[in-house]
Antibody, heavy 119, light 108 residues
Framework: EVQLVESGGGLVQPGGSLRLSCAAS????????MHWVRQAPGKGLEYVSA????????YYANSVKGRFTISRDNSKNTLYLQMGSLRAEDMAVYYC????????????WGQGTLVTVSS | IQLTQSPSSLSASVGDRVTITCRAS??????LAWYQQKPGKAPKLLIY???TLQSGVPSRFSGSGSGTDFTLTISSLQPEDFATYYC???????????FGGGTKVEIK
Protein backbone atom coordinates (compact mmCIF):
# COMPACT_ATOMS: atom_id res chain seq x y z
CA GLU A 1 0.00 0.00 0.00
CA VAL A 2 1.33 3.39 -1.01
CA GLN A 3 1.75 5.72 1.96
CA LEU A 4 3.03 9.27 2.23
CA VAL A 5 3.41 10.68 5.73
CA GLU A 6 4.35 14.31 6.24
CA SER A 7 5.90 15.70 9.39
CA GLY A 8 7.70 18.78 10.60
CA GLY A 9 4.93 21.32 10.58
CA GLY A 10 4.30 23.66 13.47
CA LEU A 11 4.32 27.23 14.67
CA VAL A 12 7.11 29.47 13.44
CA GLN A 13 7.67 33.21 13.65
CA PRO A 14 7.75 35.39 10.53
CA GLY A 15 11.22 35.22 9.06
CA GLY A 16 11.86 31.84 10.59
CA SER A 17 12.67 28.47 9.07
CA LEU A 18 11.15 25.02 9.10
CA ARG A 19 11.91 21.72 7.43
CA LEU A 20 9.13 19.42 6.32
CA SER A 21 9.61 15.73 5.67
CA CYS A 22 7.54 13.23 3.73
CA ALA A 23 8.22 9.57 4.39
CA ALA A 24 7.22 7.32 1.52
CA SER A 25 6.47 3.59 1.57
CA UNK A 26 4.77 0.95 -0.50
CA UNK A 27 6.37 1.89 -3.82
CA UNK A 28 9.77 2.42 -5.43
CA UNK A 29 10.33 5.97 -4.26
CA UNK A 30 13.35 6.55 -6.49
CA UNK A 31 11.24 5.99 -9.61
CA UNK A 32 8.88 8.92 -9.11
CA UNK A 33 9.01 12.68 -9.22
CA MET A 34 7.55 14.18 -6.07
CA HIS A 35 5.81 17.46 -5.35
CA TRP A 36 4.75 19.71 -2.53
CA VAL A 37 1.32 21.33 -2.75
CA ARG A 38 -0.10 23.66 -0.11
CA GLN A 39 -3.50 24.90 0.93
CA ALA A 40 -3.99 28.04 2.98
CA PRO A 41 -6.88 27.94 5.48
CA GLY A 42 -10.17 28.05 3.59
CA LYS A 43 -8.40 28.46 0.24
CA GLY A 44 -7.64 26.36 -2.81
CA LEU A 45 -4.68 24.22 -3.76
CA GLU A 46 -1.39 25.88 -4.67
CA TYR A 47 1.51 24.15 -6.30
CA VAL A 48 4.76 24.81 -4.39
CA SER A 49 7.68 22.74 -5.62
CA ALA A 50 8.73 19.62 -7.47
CA UNK A 51 11.75 17.37 -7.76
CA UNK A 52 12.66 14.74 -10.31
CA UNK A 53 13.04 11.10 -9.42
CA UNK A 54 16.82 11.31 -9.07
CA UNK A 55 16.81 14.77 -7.51
CA UNK A 56 18.63 16.30 -10.45
CA UNK A 57 15.86 18.72 -11.43
CA UNK A 58 13.80 20.96 -9.22
CA TYR A 59 11.04 23.50 -9.78
CA TYR A 60 9.54 26.18 -7.59
CA ALA A 61 6.47 28.38 -7.73
CA ASN A 62 7.39 32.06 -8.01
CA SER A 63 5.87 32.66 -4.58
CA VAL A 64 8.53 30.53 -2.86
CA LYS A 65 11.51 30.73 -5.21
CA GLY A 66 14.68 31.66 -3.38
CA ARG A 67 13.15 30.89 0.03
CA PHE A 68 12.26 27.19 -0.19
CA THR A 69 14.46 24.25 -1.16
CA ILE A 70 13.15 20.85 -2.14
CA SER A 71 15.33 17.78 -1.82
CA ARG A 72 15.08 14.03 -1.47
CA ASP A 73 17.01 11.12 -0.03
CA ASN A 74 16.19 8.07 -2.09
CA SER A 75 18.12 5.84 0.31
CA LYS A 76 15.72 6.88 3.06
CA ASN A 77 12.59 7.12 0.87
CA THR A 78 12.09 10.65 2.13
CA LEU A 79 11.19 13.97 0.52
CA TYR A 80 12.04 17.28 2.17
CA LEU A 81 11.04 20.91 1.96
CA GLN A 82 13.34 23.39 3.64
CA MET A 83 11.39 26.60 4.16
CA GLY A 84 13.08 29.88 5.02
CA SER A 85 12.17 33.55 5.40
CA LEU A 86 8.66 32.42 6.20
CA ARG A 87 5.81 34.87 5.76
CA ALA A 88 2.24 34.99 6.98
CA GLU A 89 1.10 34.00 3.50
CA ASP A 90 3.07 30.75 3.74
CA MET A 91 0.73 29.53 6.46
CA ALA A 92 -1.00 26.47 5.06
CA VAL A 93 -1.37 22.73 5.14
CA TYR A 94 1.49 21.29 3.12
CA TYR A 95 0.90 18.07 1.23
CA CYS A 96 3.45 15.87 -0.47
CA UNK A 97 2.20 14.04 -3.53
CA UNK A 98 3.46 11.41 -5.92
CA UNK A 99 3.59 12.60 -9.51
CA UNK A 100 2.83 10.49 -12.56
CA UNK A 101 4.74 12.34 -15.23
CA UNK A 102 3.24 10.63 -18.27
CA UNK A 103 -0.23 11.85 -17.27
CA UNK A 104 0.78 14.97 -15.38
CA UNK A 105 -1.19 14.00 -12.27
CA UNK A 106 -0.89 13.31 -8.57
CA UNK A 107 -2.13 9.84 -7.78
CA UNK A 108 -1.26 9.66 -4.07
CA TRP A 109 -1.20 12.38 -1.44
CA GLY A 110 -0.08 12.52 2.17
CA GLN A 111 -2.40 13.62 4.94
CA GLY A 112 -0.74 17.02 5.16
CA THR A 113 1.14 18.94 7.82
CA LEU A 114 0.12 22.38 9.07
CA VAL A 115 2.56 25.26 9.04
CA THR A 116 1.50 28.26 11.10
CA VAL A 117 3.44 31.50 10.69
CA SER A 118 2.70 33.91 13.49
CA SER A 119 4.45 36.01 16.09
CA ILE B 1 -1.91 29.05 -17.97
CA GLN B 2 -4.86 29.90 -15.74
CA LEU B 3 -7.72 27.55 -14.94
CA THR B 4 -11.13 29.04 -14.19
CA GLN B 5 -13.74 26.82 -12.60
CA SER B 6 -17.43 27.55 -12.59
CA PRO B 7 -19.46 27.75 -10.59
CA SER B 8 -17.40 28.40 -7.48
CA SER B 9 -20.13 26.75 -5.46
CA LEU B 10 -23.43 25.05 -6.04
CA SER B 11 -26.25 23.53 -4.04
CA ALA B 12 -27.77 20.28 -5.19
CA SER B 13 -29.88 17.43 -3.94
CA VAL B 14 -29.13 13.75 -3.75
CA GLY B 15 -29.88 12.24 -7.14
CA ASP B 16 -29.24 15.44 -9.09
CA ARG B 17 -27.01 15.59 -12.14
CA VAL B 18 -24.17 18.02 -11.49
CA THR B 19 -21.81 19.57 -14.01
CA ILE B 20 -18.69 21.59 -13.19
CA THR B 21 -16.69 23.37 -15.84
CA CYS B 22 -13.01 24.23 -16.05
CA ARG B 23 -11.74 26.65 -18.65
CA ALA B 24 -8.06 27.05 -19.50
CA SER B 25 -6.61 30.37 -20.62
CA UNK B 26 -4.96 28.56 -23.52
CA UNK B 27 -5.10 25.11 -25.02
CA UNK B 28 -3.79 22.29 -22.86
CA UNK B 29 -4.62 19.31 -25.05
CA UNK B 30 -6.04 16.67 -22.68
CA UNK B 31 -3.68 17.10 -19.72
CA LEU B 32 -6.53 17.86 -17.36
CA ALA B 33 -7.33 16.09 -14.11
CA TRP B 34 -10.09 16.37 -11.52
CA TYR B 35 -9.73 15.90 -7.76
CA GLN B 36 -12.24 15.65 -4.94
CA GLN B 37 -11.43 17.04 -1.53
CA LYS B 38 -13.44 16.61 1.64
CA PRO B 39 -12.90 18.83 4.70
CA GLY B 40 -9.71 18.01 6.57
CA LYS B 41 -8.64 15.44 3.99
CA ALA B 42 -6.14 15.33 1.16
CA PRO B 43 -7.38 15.63 -2.43
CA LYS B 44 -8.31 12.41 -4.18
CA LEU B 45 -7.74 11.85 -7.89
CA LEU B 46 -10.98 11.20 -9.77
CA ILE B 47 -10.25 11.64 -13.46
CA TYR B 48 -7.14 12.18 -15.54
CA UNK B 49 -6.42 12.81 -19.20
CA UNK B 50 -9.71 14.72 -19.22
CA UNK B 51 -11.91 11.62 -19.31
CA THR B 52 -10.14 8.59 -17.83
CA LEU B 53 -11.63 7.39 -14.57
CA GLN B 54 -9.09 6.60 -11.87
CA SER B 55 -9.25 3.06 -10.57
CA GLY B 56 -11.84 2.65 -7.82
CA VAL B 57 -13.79 5.82 -8.63
CA PRO B 58 -17.53 5.27 -9.11
CA SER B 59 -18.80 5.36 -12.67
CA ARG B 60 -21.24 8.18 -11.87
CA PHE B 61 -18.24 10.47 -12.27
CA SER B 62 -17.23 11.35 -15.82
CA GLY B 63 -15.08 13.92 -17.53
CA SER B 64 -14.97 15.39 -20.99
CA GLY B 65 -13.40 18.12 -23.04
CA SER B 66 -10.18 19.08 -24.76
CA GLY B 67 -8.29 22.19 -25.66
CA THR B 68 -9.61 24.88 -23.33
CA ASP B 69 -13.00 23.68 -22.09
CA PHE B 70 -13.53 20.74 -19.77
CA THR B 71 -16.37 19.38 -17.66
CA LEU B 72 -16.78 17.08 -14.69
CA THR B 73 -20.19 15.46 -14.43
CA ILE B 74 -21.70 13.56 -11.54
CA SER B 75 -24.64 11.71 -13.03
CA SER B 76 -26.55 11.11 -9.78
CA LEU B 77 -25.23 12.95 -6.76
CA GLN B 78 -24.71 10.78 -3.69
CA PRO B 79 -24.36 11.92 -0.05
CA GLU B 80 -20.65 11.12 -0.08
CA ASP B 81 -20.10 13.39 -3.11
CA PHE B 82 -20.60 16.61 -1.20
CA ALA B 83 -17.09 18.04 -1.34
CA THR B 84 -14.91 20.54 -3.18
CA TYR B 85 -13.72 19.67 -6.66
CA TYR B 86 -10.55 20.97 -8.33
CA CYS B 87 -9.29 20.76 -11.86
CA UNK B 88 -5.54 20.65 -12.51
CA UNK B 89 -3.45 20.90 -15.63
CA UNK B 90 0.14 20.29 -16.61
CA UNK B 91 1.41 23.49 -18.14
CA UNK B 92 4.83 22.60 -19.38
CA UNK B 93 6.90 19.52 -18.93
CA UNK B 94 8.18 18.43 -16.63
CA UNK B 95 6.75 20.10 -13.61
CA UNK B 96 4.90 23.38 -14.02
CA UNK B 97 1.23 22.95 -13.33
CA UNK B 98 -1.77 24.83 -11.94
CA PHE B 99 -5.03 24.15 -10.13
CA GLY B 100 -8.42 25.68 -10.67
CA GLY B 101 -9.99 27.66 -7.86
CA GLY B 102 -12.33 24.88 -6.79
CA THR B 103 -16.07 24.22 -6.84
CA LYS B 104 -17.80 23.46 -3.57
CA VAL B 105 -20.79 21.15 -3.91
CA GLU B 106 -23.19 21.61 -1.02
CA ILE B 107 -26.40 19.98 0.04
CA LYS B 108 -29.58 21.82 -0.96
Amino acid sequence: EVQLVESGGGLVQPGGSLRLSCAASGFTFSSYAMHWVRQAPGKGLEYVSAISSNGGSTYYANSVKGRFTISRDNSKNTLYLQMGSLRAEDMAVYYCARFIAVAGIFDYWGQGTLVTVSS
Amino acid sequence: IQLTQSPSSLSASVGDRVTITCRASQGISSYLAWYQQKPGKAPKLLIYAASTLQSGVPSRFSGSGSGTDFTLTISSLQPEDFATYYCQQLNSYPFALTFGGGTKVEIK
